[in-house]
Each structure stands twice: as C-alpha cells, then as structure tokens.
C-alpha cells in the first residue's frame, strides 16, 4: 500500500513565517487596546490576524477535499456580458427551419435593442453561437462563460465587431428573434499580484486591509474557466455558480420511491479558495433532486389523474386537486415528444409544458373561438376538449374531406397518426396560453437532468438522505477517480489557459482535542467518542420543582388503533418517577384533565384548539409554569406544528411532545431524553463541562448566539415570507440556560435590522437579573450562517447596532469588550483519515475532537474547522469558525498560541454542553440553539412556511404573523428545546 503524503513542508514552513511576521506587528497594537477609543480598537480588532496556530491535542495527518491548482498566467482579462433584444426576423426558408429550429445563428454587428430577461436555457445557447462567432472574429482566442454576465479571455479582446447579433429560432414559434451580444467592462484579474499575496499575506494594492475577500475578481474568473466545461455539456446540469451534475449512462442516481416523480442525483462541488502559498480547488460530492426522466403517461398514473373518456365530469373534478399538482409539477418541464410536420413525416422535437390542458389557462380571447372545452371539465383528456380546425388555404375540407370545424383531439390524433390517444389521460399544453397545443400525454417524454426546488416528503427525504448518505471512504474516490472527468479537468481549455489541477487530494495536519470532562450533580463522566450516558446520574441543577402538569394522548380517528388509557397512564407514572430519580422534582399526581383527544377527518386545529381553550379555563387562566405532555399518533410535523404554535404562542403553556410507539417503549434512555428537555425548560442544568476557560470560569462573560434563516424551496408566489431570527444568549457562568427571542424582517435579508439593538439590549438585561445587577465584561458572538461575501457586513451592519445595545446599559468610560466568530456548517470541506490507527473504528471518519487550522486555510485571517461531534452514519461534517472581531482572546491571552488554543478550547467545550443531548454536537450550542430558535418560529408560522403548493398565497399572512410572537409565559425560558 502506497505511503500516505506528509503535508507540503514549504507550506508549513510559509505559514509559520508569515504568523511569525504577523505576531510582530500585532503585539504592540493589542497592548494598547485598552487606551484606545471604539474606532481606533476597530482597526485593531476587525478581521484579526491569526495569532498563532493551535497547539492543543495530538497531531494526526488527514485527507483533504482539495487539490492543488496550478496558476501560470500572471493575468486574465474579464469582461461583462449584456444580451438586449432586437427586431424579429422575417420568416426563413424551409431549409433553415429545419436546421434551425430551437437554435441559434451568430452574425457580426446589428443593433442593441430593449435589455432582454431570457430563460437561462435559450441564453445558453445564445451565448455558445455568440462565442462560436467571437473565436472566428479573434482565431486563437480562448476564452470562457459561465452562460450568465461573465467571460473570461486569456488575452485581451479587440472586440473589432462588437456587439454580435445572433438569431434565434423559438421552438414552439415559427418566429426567430434577434439578439446583441455585448462584450463590455473589461478588468484585469491580476493574479501575479495574487500569487504574490499568497506568498507573504501582503496586499500592496490594499495596505490598510479594507478589503475581503481577497482578490475576489481573480478567483471568481478562475471559477468560471474551471465551470466552462460542464457548463457547456449537454449531458451536464450546473445549479448555482458551483453544482455541477452529469446524467445519462454511467451517472448516479436514485428514484425517491417507488413510482415517484423525482429522482436524486449524485454530482460535485467545485469552489477556488486561496490557502497560504498556493491556490486550491475544493471539490466535494452533492447530491440534488431531478424530475424522473419517464413518459407523461406514466407519471399521470402515478398521480392517480388517469380518469378521462368517462364523459362523467365528476370523477375529473374529484381528481382536481390531483391535476393542479401534476399540472404545477410539470409546468416549465422540458420533453421530447413525437408528431409529424407539414409532410407527414415523423420527426421528435423538444417542447415546454405550460401545464395540464387547463380552461382557465387558456386566453379567454381564444377560449370558445378556437378552443372548447366539454361542459364542467377545467382539465381534459382527448376527448373533453375541441380545436377549431380549419382549411389550409386553397382548399375547403380538413381530415379526408370532413367540413371544417371544431374536432376533439382524440378525432384528430385518429385521423393524423391511425391510431387513438390513450383517452383515460389528460392532455399536455405544449404551446402558451394564447396558442395552446394539446399533445396526448403518451407523446411527451420528460428529458433527464431537470433540476426541481421541492419541499420533499418525509418518505422522499429518508430515500435521499440514504443516497446521499455515503462512507468517507467512498466520497474520497469518488473525488480522486471520478470528479476529474466529470468536471472536465483533463480538458484542452484548462490547458490553455495555463491552469492545472493536481491529481491527489491534499493532504494536512490535524489535531484531536481532548474531551472535557462532564459534570453532573453527583458524578463527573468522561466521554468516549464524544459521547456518554446518563446512567445514575442526577442533572446538575433542576428549575423549579412542576408542581403543575399534566398529560394528553392525542388519538387520530382515521389512522387505526392505540393502546388502551390505563396502559398509558401506567407508562406516565413510570416516566414521572424517572424525573424524580434523575434529580426532577416533579409531583407525582398530575392536574385531572381530559387523557384523550381525538382529531381525525383533515380536522387537527379545531379540537386541539378547543382543548388548550378547556385547559386554560381549568387552570383558571393561570398557565404560567405549567407543562404538558402531549402524546402524538406518530411522527406528524402537521400535529407537531399545530401543538407548538397554539402552546408557545397563545396559551402560553410548556409543552413536550412524544410519540406513542416509542414513549410506550417504557425505555429510561426515552424518559432522559424527555426529562432534560423538561428540565431545561424549567430553567435548569443538565450538566456543566469541568475545567472550562478562566474568562468562563469567572463568571464574567456572556455567550451569544444568532441566526437568520430565509424561505427556501417556496414558489415565487410566496415571496412575501419573511426572514426569521433567532437570538439566544447565556445568563450565567454554567452555560446551561440559553432564553431565546424570535422576530421577522424582510424575507431573505440576512443582516439584521435595528430591532437587534432592543433585543440585544434585553440579553444584557437578562444577564443583569441573574448576575447581582453586574453587567457581563466580556461577549462572545457566535453568528451563524453567514458567507465570506457577508463577513464584512456583519462587522459595518450588526456590530454597530451590538454597540449602541452595549452603550444602552454600560457606564461612561466602561465597555464590553466583544468578539465576533462567524459560525458555518453548510460548507463543502471535509476532512478523511489517512489510516485505521486514525479513525472512529465504527464510523471510519475522522475522531471528534479533530481540529484542522492549516494546509486548507490562509495565515493572515484566523480560522479553523472543527469536528466536535462523531458522525454516526456518512461523512463527518466539520463546523468553520472565523473570528471576525476579536478584543478578548488576544488582549487576554497575547499574540499566540495561548490565544488560538483558548477560543479552540471553549468552543470545543461548548459543543459539549448542549443540553438535550449526551454526546457532542457539530456546531456550538449558541449557533445550533439559535437554529433551532428559528426553525421554532418557521412551525409558529404555517401561513408563509406550511402552506400547500395549490395555494399560492395567503392573504394578509404577513400582518397575522408579525405579531405572532412568543407568550409571556415562555418569555425568557428555553420554551424552543
């Protein structure tokens, strides 16, 4: 077996020079931050330099998802591409139909029109004729387009015949369009200045360091040569700037279910980073979701929408609901479909489905002069709807001397092809809506590598994550054996361009940190792979003991069985004197209420609305510090959100839901995963780490955590969901209680707005009220999910806000000293172990506790990946910190490692102390609570989030739902765990 690489010595030997240089500089600066005002401390303070590489654990070499990219040229030239619309072209001749058709010619010259949206597949191919046309105007150009706004030359252009007109021939039209392709805004992407950066950390176009990232110019026209080649294939589909997912023989994929529309796809990755000395390519495995490439037929039967040729419009009208969904599913899909042109001959040409035929999505000018359709039918098979067919001119009968006049398809469809229209099935629209064409569904064939944004069911995220649930060691061949051809890197234009990508993924250096003891109120634990168990132990600290409780076992009348009351009570009781045992007070005789509810019928709002509203005149109005036990049917978000919402944000009551089947389990490892969300929800501590941090220690630092999660996967129509923030925030030296405030802002704003300054301010309040009215000297921030492109309007949007909350409450002369550390999980690096010795022998990943700060990082800025947690099943995914504001660790610890390890350390520890849970989890608490806050004020909210895709909008949901916030009750208290 061949030897495992050592990491680039040169590499190493670069960044420890370039940290020492930095450390020389910055010492000085971070002694006198004390002295200085806030603006001169900013300068010191944004986007730090790292002050040293960590030393803690024990090093380990890894496997990284890099490669090596090799730059030769010293500059590239970018320009700017604007496609405008000109005059439509009079009709071709028969012989440039033919060849034409749904394509496009380039000529030289013409004249810009109006600017032109143009669908991204009819701009691709616009754009390959105008590049056709450039390379013969400039022979020997070699040049690349990511099919958008962008190309990318070698050398400068003359651009001597600019714009290029090129002519395109609609497919569904006899018309063709003129279009000006305009090259303009040329810029250097000037990467011997790059790699020169690269080599000492040393902007010299940039000395005060106001830019990030860095030479984002250079390394975006580097992404668009390596993206060329897939971009440009026809048995490729690119998604965003870096997805890229090959279909056909050979590719991946995997249909989520059986009989099921869509269809997961295993693709890669591809994104230029910048390390230390060199220039990377991070290149990782993806999966995404396609339209099952099958017959229309067939997906009609799946829909169950097969009920045409009955000439009964009731049985279509009970289906209803069924044809919009098909119809919704389809609209926009590309087929191939089979029909005979002018002279009869079978030719298959490619179409867009507009939808199921459909009278309401037939121009109502058209609708009853050329189109009829049966009497109470909207949707219709072959023979519900009728076409005026009219004479060709010269000629007075249509179909062997029939008059003319109005035929049903299914007439048609005999008469021009011999054999009948399967009649059970729906028609397809392949025209607009103002010339419809009505095509047999049995004539349409969905083409492969269609990409869909669908929320999917619970069945077909299970499929998907199975899929895409793979070893490290099958993601790392993948990477090395397969991505190379599948991305094009062997390709003549890389070549020519003077770039190279290395054949072996890179190898770094690691370290695994050691576990922090685990504290409970009678036993310390230390934990093996990132893990333990409760067994006999007592919670650190309980709340206060639940004097009031109660349960109810929700019962669904149109899903069968349940297990019979007193058997549940009994399993009640047995969970009731676990609590006590592990440290709960709780009293053992829960409130005489109602133990079963029924729902059932589609009916779930009504009477666990009516119940709360019982519960609430039993308790006499007084809610507060009163919990329920709700016992589900099974798993069902739909019942899950209704609970929550009602609970959290109108009655103002605890609740925790479990499901029958697993709670009746009578298991103790179910009752502690309930007990210590109970207990958290009281304002008690489950555990507490040993040996934490001096600045933790002490009790004189704040932990913060926020997060904004946007609507994702939603129709166009719904773009007046909001954003959703989540902020929680420490209240004491334990990091057990993490109180959490939720508000909207503008759907899919990532920075906050001003209402983070109020809410910011109350966390500091909060600390104040558990803290003997002393304000905490030290904030850390934990920002969750924002990208390298936001890192800098964090530090120009939030941070100024975090300030005036800060100025609100401090004395005059007296400040926070805050630090900000940018939170991600959603990134593409991975690590992989390089052998047996050096991995979780169950999992075969990396081990928890593995830190990587080198080999895949830049010195200058400081970062690092950390996998805290032990991923049971696929790929461990590691969490990337950045600091982007640093006035602790530095000031506290100095220029050096001691700095580096501590804020490893409590970040480390942190994911340690998630309170609901008895292992480590990937992302620090403060970020993954802040998640969850989120996730928490999405369910508080169906009108925007859960609303069905027949629906396209909720009227004055957004007013309802600004409002909707969390009941006084659970303000303050963990009421989102």
């Known amino acids: 077996m061949p030897s495992v690489p050592q990491p680039d010595s040169s590499i190493t030997e670069l960044e420890n020079k370039i940290i020492k240089f930095h450390q020389s500089k910055d010492t000085s600066l971070v002694k006198k931050m004390n002295s200085m005002s806030i603006s001169e401390t900013s300068a010191v303070a944004l986007m730090p330099r790292r002050p040293a590489y960590g030393t803690l654990g024990n090093k380990v070499l890894l496997w990284a998802n890099y490669f090596h990219l090799t730059v030769n040229p010293n500059v590239i030239y970018r320009y700017n591409?604007?496609?405008?619309?000109?005059?439509?072209?009079?009709?071709?001749?028969?012989?440039?139909?033919?060849?034409?058709?749904?394509?496009?010619?380039?000529?030289?010259?013409?004249?810009?029109?109006?600017?032109?949206?143009?669908?991204?597949?009819?701009?691709r191919i616009i754009l390959q004729h105008a590049l056709e046309e450039l390379r013969k105007l400039e022979p020997g150009a070699i040049v690349?387009?990511?099919?958008?706004?962008?190309?990318?030359?070698?050398?400068?252009?003359?651009?001597?015949?600019?714009?290029?007109?090129?002519?395109?021939?609609?497919?569904?039209?006899?018309?063709?369009?003129?279009?000006?392709?305009?090259?303009?805004?040329?810029?250097?992407?000037?990467?011997?200045?790059?790699?020169?950066?690269?080599?000492?950390?040393?902007?010299?176009?940039?000395?005060d360091e106001a830019h990030f990232p860095r030479f984002a110019t250079s390394v975006d026209a580097l992404g668009v040569i390596l993206g060329y080649t897939s971009r440009s294939s026809e048995r490729v589909t690119s998604i965003g700037k870096g997805r890229f997912f090959p279909w056909g023989s050979g590719a991946a994929s995997s249909q989520l279910g059986h009989n099921d529309p869509l269809t997961a796809i295993r693709g890669y990755f591809q994104s230029v980073k910048l390390g230390t000395g060199r220039v990377l390519l991070n290149v990782n495995v993806t999966h995404g979701v396609f339209k099952t490439p099958v017959n229309v037929s067939e997906l009609c039967r799946w829909f169950h929408v097969a009920v045409f040729g009955q000439g009964n419009p009731t049985t279509a009208k009970n289906a209803r609901m069924r044809l919009r969904t098909l119809s919704k599913f389809l609209a926009?899909?590309?087929?191939?479909?089979?029909?005979?042109?002018?002279?009869?001959?079978?030719?298959?040409?490619?179409?867009?489905?507009?939808?199921?035929?459909?009278?309401?999505?037939?121009?109502?000018?058209?609708?009853?002069?050329?189109?009829?359709?049966?009497?109470?039918?909207?949707?219709?098979?072959?023979?519900?709807?009728?076409?005026?067919?009219?004479?060709?001119?010269?000629?007075?009968?249509?179909?062997?001397?029939?008059?003319?006049?109005?035929?049903?398809?299914?007439?048609?469809?005999?008469?021009?092809?011999?054999?009948?229209?399967?009649?059970?099935?729906?028609?397809?629209?392949?025209?607009?809506?103002?010339?419809?064409?009505?095509?047999?569904?049995?004539?349409?064939?969905?083409?492969?590598?269609?990409?869909?944004?669908?929320?999917?069911?619970?069945?077909?995220?299970?499929?998907?994550l199975e899929f895409a649930c793979r070893s490290p060691f099958a993601n790392a061949m993948s990477l090395t054996v397969d991505s190379c051809s599948?991305?094009?890197f062997d390709e003549d234009l890389l070549r020519g361009f003077g770039l190279n990508v290395?054949?072996?993924?890179?190898?770094?250096?690691?370290?695994?940190?050691?576990?922090?003891?685990?504290?409970?109120?009678?036993?310390?634990?230390?934990?093996?792979?990132?893990?333990?168990?409760?067994?006999?132990?007592?919670?650190?600290?309980s709340g206060r003991k639940i004097d009031a409780w109660t349960w109810v076992r929700i019962i669904d009348d149109d899903k069968g069985s349940y297990v019979q009351t007193d058997d549940m009570a009994r399993i009640v009781g047995n969970f009731s004197r676990f609590l006590e045992t592990s440290g709960i007070p709780i009293s053992q005789q829960s409130a005489n209420t109602p133990r079963d509810l029924h729902v059932g019928h589609g009916n779930y709002d009504a009477p666990i609305d009516d119940y709360f509203s019982k519960l609430k005149r039993y308790l006499k109005d007084n809610t507060k510090n009163f919990f329920l036990l709700v016992v589900l049917p099974r798993q069902d978000s739909a019942l899950y959100g209704i609970i929550k919402k009602l609970a959290d944000t109108q009655y103002g009551i605890h609740t925790i839901c479990v499901v029958e089947k697993t709670f009746m389990k009578d298991s103790p490892?179910?009752?502690?995963?309930?007990?210590?969300?109970?207990?958290?929800?009281?304002?008690?501590?489950?555990?507490?780490?040993?040996?934490?941090?001096?600045?933790?220690?002490?009790?004189?630092?704040?932990?913060?955590?926020?997060d904004v999660t946007h609507p994702t996967n939603m129709p166009n129509d719904k773009?007046?969901?909001?954003?959703?923030?989540?902020?929680?925030?420490?209240?004491d030296k334990d990091l057990g209680q993490w109180p959490a405030i939720a508000w909207e802002q503008p759907g899919r704003q990532e920075m906050l707005g001003d209402e983070l300054t109020s809410h910011f301010a109350d966390r500091l309040r909060l600390w104040m009220k558990h803290n003997q009215n002393k304000l905490p000297e030290y904030i850390v921030i934990y920002r969750d999910g924002v990208s390298e492109g936001q890192f800098t309007q964090v530090l120009d949007v939030e941070l100024p806000m975090i300030r005036k909350a800060c100025s609100k409450l401090y004395q005059a002369g007296r400040k926070a000293k805050l630090s900000i550390i940018v939170s991600v999980k959603r990134h593409q690096t991975r690590f992989y172990p390089t052998s047996e010795q050096t991995m979780d022998p169950k999992s075969r990943n990396i081990r928890s506790g593995t830190v990587v700060d080198r080999g895949v990082t830049q010195a200058r800025y400081w970062d690092f990946f950390l996998t805290a947690h032990t991923a049971l099943k696929g790929t461990a995914r590691p969490a990337h910190y950045t600091v982007l504001l640093d006035e602790i660790f530095r000031d506290k610890y100095g220029v050096g490692d001691t700095a580096a390890n501590n804020l490893e350390k409590l970040t480390h520890d942190l994911c340690y102390l998630f309170g609901r849970a008895t292992k480590a989890v990937s992302i620090c608490p403060p970020a993954y609570y802040a998640d969850i806050v989120c996730e928490r004020a999405r369910v508080h909210r169906p009108e925007h989030f859960d609303a069905p895709d027949t629906v396209s909008s909720v009227s004055g949901a957004s007013g309802l739902t600004t409002s909707r916030r969390v009941h006084d009750n659970l303000k303050d208290t963990m009421y989102y765990i």
């Open 669 to 706: 490892q179910t009752y502690a995963n309930v007990g210590l969300k109970w207990n958290l929800k009281n304002g008690g501590v489950n555990h507490i780490v040993k040996n934490p941090i001096d600045i933790i220690k002490t009790g004189t630092t704040m932990v913060v955590g926020y």
């Open 332 to 464: 926009r899909t590309r087929v191939t479909v089979k029909f005979r042109d002018s002279n009869n001959k079978e030719i298959t040409g490619k179409k867009t489905i507009l939808g199921l035929a459909d009278r309401f999505d037939v121009s109502q000018e058209f609708l009853g002069k050329d189109v009829l359709f049966a009497p109470d039918f909207n949707h219709a098979g072959p023979q519900e709807v009728k076409f005026n067919l009219r004479a060709p001119e010269g000629k007075a009968t249509v179909m062997n001397n029939r008059p003319p006049g109005f035929y049903t398809v299914d007439q048609y469809w005999t008469w021009k092809y011999g054999k009948a229209p399967d009649k059970t099935m729906p028609l397809v629209n392949l025209g607009t809506h103002d010339k419809p064409m009505f095509f047999p569904a049995e004539q349409c064939t969905i083409m492969p590598g269609q990409a869909v944004r669908s929320k999917l069911t619970g069945d077909e995220t299970t499929v998907m």
């Open 486 to 488: 599948a991305l094009g």
């Open 81 to 123: 591409i604007e496609v405008r619309k000109g005059e439509t072209k009079k009709e071709p001749t028969s012989a440039e139909k033919s060849k034409d058709k749904g394509k496009g010619r380039a000529q030289g010259g013409g004249s810009d029109g109006a600017p032109a949206t143009i669908p991204a597949r009819k701009l």
């Open 144 to 207: 690349a387009t990511e099919f958008k706004s962008q190309l990318v030359s070698l050398k400068k252009l003359k651009l001597a015949v600019n714009p290029i007109r090129v002519i395109f021939k609609q497919e569904s039209s006899d018309r063709q369009e003129s279009y000006s392709v305009n090259i303009v805004g040329e810029t250097e992407a000037p990467l011997a200045e790059m790699k020169e950066y690269l080599k000492t950390m040393i902007d010299k176009s940039d000395p």
């Open 719 to 731: 773009n007046a969901a909001p954003s959703l923030v989540g902020l929680v925030a420490s209240i």
């Open 502 to 541: 290395d054949k072996k993924l890179l190898t770094v250096t690691g370290r695994e940190l050691n576990p922090p003891p685990v504290s409970y109120k009678n036993k310390d634990i230390m934990a093996r792979a990132g893990s333990w168990n409760m067994s006999g132990v007592k919670v650190a600290k």
